[in-house]
């Protein structure tokens, strides 16, 4: 399992936020996996498989774990990455994990996984306009052919 440094992670959270430093930092650090994850959670499926197929099997764990996959939540709680999973855990409304990272000196996963989480809010928000849905009909439309 790869480690990450307080620093990429804070970067890796700017990204999600929309911050072009964060993703400057990823891309040009050799982080493309943190870069793959976020898209993953917002269901590109060639992401999700940039990570299996380059065998980040803990952050395809992780995207997983975000939309409550239970075997994905034990793979990281066997594998010991407890930070990765108890992330997973604040995005799904745990406030138990929130304390437990906290407490354990790794707020800097905190704030990502509030940022994932307003991502996602963001993202969902976007489908449900009428401009969103219809993107999503003519996305789907291009999918079955």
Same mark, same amino acid.
């Given at each position: 399992?790869?480690?990450?440094?307080? =620093?990429?992670?804070?970067?890796?959270?700017? =990204?999600?936020?929309? %911050?072009?430093? /964060?993703?400057?930092?990823? *891309?040009?650090?050799?982080?493309?996996?943190?870069?793959?994850?976020?898209?993953? !959670?917002?269901?590109?499926?060639?992401?999700?498989?940039?990570?299996?197929?380059?065998?980040?099997?803990?952050?395809?764990?992780?995207?997983?774990?975000?939309?409550?996959?239970?075997?994905?939540?034990?793979?990281?709680?066997?594998?010991?990455?407890?930070?990765?999973?108890?992330?997973?855990? !604040? !995005?799904?409304?745990? %406030?138990?994990?929130?304390?437990?990272?906290?407490?354990? /000196?790794?707020?800097?996963?905190?704030?990502?996984? =509030?940022?994932?989480? *307003?991502? !996602? =809010?963001?993202?969902?928000?976007?489908?449900?306009?009428?401009? /969103?849905? *219809?993107?999503?009909?003519?996305?789907?439309?291009?999918?079955?052919?």
């Amino acid at each position: 399992m790869k480690h990450y440094s307080t =620093h990429t992670i804070d970067q890796f959270t700017r =990204h999600v936020m929309k %911050d072009t430093s /964060g993703f400057n930092y990823l *891309m040009n650090n050799g982080y493309k996996e943190l870069l793959a994850v976020l898209d993953a !959670i917002r269901d590109d499926k060639k992401a999700f498989q940039f990570l299996w197929n380059n065998k980040f099997f803990v952050l395809a764990a992780f995207v997983n774990a975000i939309w409550d996959d239970e075997k994905a939540f034990k793979f990281l709680m066997d594998a010991k990455a407890y930070e990765w999973a108890a992330t997973a855990n !604040i !995005i799904n409304g745990d %406030d138990k994990a929130e304390e437990f990272l906290k407490t354990s /000196g790794n707020e800097h996963y905190v704030l990502l996984a =509030h940022a994932i989480q *307003m991502r !996602i =809010h963001e993202d969902g928000d976007k489908n449900t306009s009428p401009w /969103g849905v *219809m993107k999503n009909l003519l996305n789907f439309k291009k999918d079955v052919e």
